[in-house]
């Protein structure tokens, strides 16, 4: 059974930072591109970072760029996201994903459920 549990999100004052994390017990992880979505309240899900499977390269959405930073670990089966300077407008909640590279929902076919990212102002 395919799981991907993320964990970390909070509340934090904007220009905070928080970092996520997500376990994967999926068995092609290492293969596997990993991503971040979020979605807000009335909006769609959309993209945040990717890496591909080993790590080397990423990409962000231009809305976090200088600002998250995406990692992971395939001896642990863990991907994190790492955010700064926090602002209201990243105030989503965010999903970790593993599939194939790319930027859209549907490189991705395994989701977590989830964790709650509020900024406050």
């Known amino acids: 059974q395919v799981q991907l549990v993320e964990s970390g999100g909070g509340l934090v004052q904007a220009g905070g930072s928080l970092r996520l994390s997500c376990a994967a017990s999926?068995?092609?992880?290492?293969?596997?591109?990993a991503g971040w979505f979020r979605q807000a309240p009335g909006r769609e899900r959309e993209f945040v970072a990717a890496i591909n499977w080993s790590g080397v390269t990423a990409i962000y959405a231009d809305s976090v760029n200088g600002r998250f930073t995406i990692s992971r670990d395939n001896a642990k089966k863990v991907v994190n996201l790492q955010m700064k300077s926090l602002k209201p407008e990243d105030t989503a909640v965010y999903y970790c994903?593993?599939?194939?590279?790319?930027?859209?929902?549907?490189?991705?076919?395994?989701w977590g459920q989830g964790t709650q990212v509020t900024v406050s102002s």
């Open positions: 999926v068995r092609t992880f290492s293969d596997s591109t």
């Open positions: 994903a593993l599939g194939v590279w790319g930027t859209q929902l549907s490189a991705y076919h395994y």
